[in-house]
């Protein structure tokens, strides 16, 4: 009996993990069995090393797709409770909603519908010919209008020459067919829109017109001009509603970014006054301190005076040192943030930071940071993750600030990251409790695990407390 590895069964090799061989045991019967599960396999029979390439490219790709379906879902339904809540208050709320994504432009396919039914009824000549071609531009349409709503992905090459294959498809099929199959024209602007935008757009968009003008014309005659029409406002008015929706967002998120600046340069600018009033009260103490070490020798009680004077000044510098320095001594959340995209980072777990709204009160800041640095720790310890997205929606039309922490772990029990009372997020559960805050966490629906932690807006003043014991847990 000998030992051979089988190298057809060999695993994947990772960067970081590699498995051992797997070794099967090779007798004199012709059987082969695993050294590991003792499971009996004959000789002739072949072994599996896993699925293919491709269907685990397909499988990854579903997942993404329904793990991003879910996170709009559930961001915009966060959206429309926010904007329920502002009109209630007559207040406009600060977050625009969750950026457009594919889904946005995926129920305009619907104007393929007539093409559709006339395949279906058997009235389209070469019917696999005409399903072909359909299927290929619905592909390429999803493929493109996902890709168009982040700039990387919408300069892509890739993306330009599945642009090029629906543009092909399109005269294609309206050529061998016209009537209702002219509509892919408008479906085609909407495309190109969608992905063509800046200087370019206006050559583009005239160059696209006149094409299905061209193709129009040669099939249907007169009816080309609502073609000509659809595709020309079709591309147009996409293009423009997109670019002035990216415009909006990037203008909020300067303004929200310099407000930050401008809270940390206050800060900046106090530090140096608080420099300057410890610099004035230990001069005092000082000068006190030697005119009653003079005094000493020969007048007791002027030095006891002095002495005194200088414990009151003493007393009277600590309160106003302890009032100014009030919600200044905490971490900012940025710097937290930052901190955590760094652990992350180094972790090899790729970290996506989202922040909305004013910043935040010095004492909801604490205790959010606090947050952050307790589920990212347990990210990077526990749970084996890939990808940690941080979430930090603090608008001012809200009845509460909420910050998520979600990774795609494992999803397994969070554990503590010290055995000291009134530390991990059983510790953050009861200080945001009594700041009448919340904080849950637990396997997310998705896979991974998630933690969430609201803090009421109105009663941020009350967190002070909250965040003192936070503080003084160091």
């Known amino acids: 009996m000998t030992f051979v590895p089988l190298k057809s069964v060999r695993p994947t090799l990772s960067a970081t993990v590699r498995r051992p061989y797997r070794r099967i045991m090779t007798t004199s019967e012709g059987t082969r069995t695993t050294a590991e599960t003792g499971a009996a396999r004959p000789a002739s029979a072949p072994v599996r090393g896993g699925a293919p390439g491709w269907t685990r490219s397909i499988s990854c790709q579903w997942r993404a797709w329904r793990s991003a379906r ?11 409770a926010v904007y329920r809540a502002a009109r209630r208050s007559g207040r406009l709320p600060d ?28 009235e389209t000549p070469n019917p696999w010919v005409g399903a072909l071609g359909l299927l290929a531009f619905n592909s390429c349409y999803v493929y493109v209008v996902f890709r168009a709503f982040h700039t990387k992905t919408r300069e892509a090459l890739s993306t330009r020459l599945a642009l090029v294959v629906m543009g092909l498809v399109t005269c294609g099929l309206a050529l061998a067919y016209g009537g209702t199959w002219l509509s892919f024209f408008p479906l085609l602007g909407l495309a190109t829109g969608a992905v063509v935008r800046g200087p370019w757009l206006g050559r583009y968009g005239l160059g696209l017109t006149a094409l299905a003008g061209v193709v129009a014309g040669l099939r249907g005659g007169w009816d080309a001009i609502g073609v000509v029409y659809g595709t020309f406002l079709s591309t147009m008015v996409t293009a423009a509603i997109l670019s002035l929706s990216e415009a909006v967002r990037q203008l909020r998120a300067a303004r929200e970014e310099l407000a930050r600046r401008a809270v940390e340069e206050e800060r900046l600018r106090f530090s140096r006054d608080l420099h300057d009033l410890l610099g004035h009260t230990l001069s005092v103490i000082v000068v006190k301190s030697e005119a009653a070490r003079r005094l000493a020798a020969r007048d007791m009680d002027a030095a006891l005076a002095q002495v005194t004077d200088i414990e009151a000044v003493g007393r009277q510098a600590l309160t106003e040192i ?3 320095v009030t919600g200044y001594r905490e971490g900012s959340l940025a710097t937290e943030l930052d901190r955590a995209s760094s652990a992350l980072t180094a972790a090899g777990i790729e970290p996506v930071v989202r922040r909305t709204g004013p910043p935040l009160a010095p004492a909801s800041e604490a205790l959010l940071g606090w947050v952050v640095r307790e589920a990212v720790t347990n990210a990077v310890r526990h749970s084996g993750a890939r990808r940690c997205e941080i979430g930090v929606d603090g608008s001012s039309s809200a009845e509460r600030i ?11 029990e969070a554990t503590e990251t010290s055995s000291t009372s009134g530390t991990g997020l059983k510790g953050l559960t009861e200080r945001l409790a009594r700041a009448g805050g919340s904080l849950r966490a637990g396997p997310s629906p998705r896979g991974g695990f998630t933690v ?12 002070a407390p909250a965040a003192a014991t936070a503080s003084g847990g160091r």
């Open 402 to 412: 909420r910050l998520t922490v979600t990774d795609d772990g494992n999803g397994g």
């Open 452 to 463: 969430t932690a609201e803090l009421p807006r109105e009663t941020e003043d009350s967190t």
């Open 95 to 122: 977050n625009p909603g969750p950026p457009p994504t594919g889904f946005t432009l995926l129920p305009w396919l619907l104007m393929g519908m007539g093409a559709f039914s006339n395949l279906f009824q058997g």
């Open 322 to 324: 302890r009032e100014a």
């Open 70 to 80: 879910a996170a709009w879902r559930s961001e915009w339904k966060h959206t429309r």
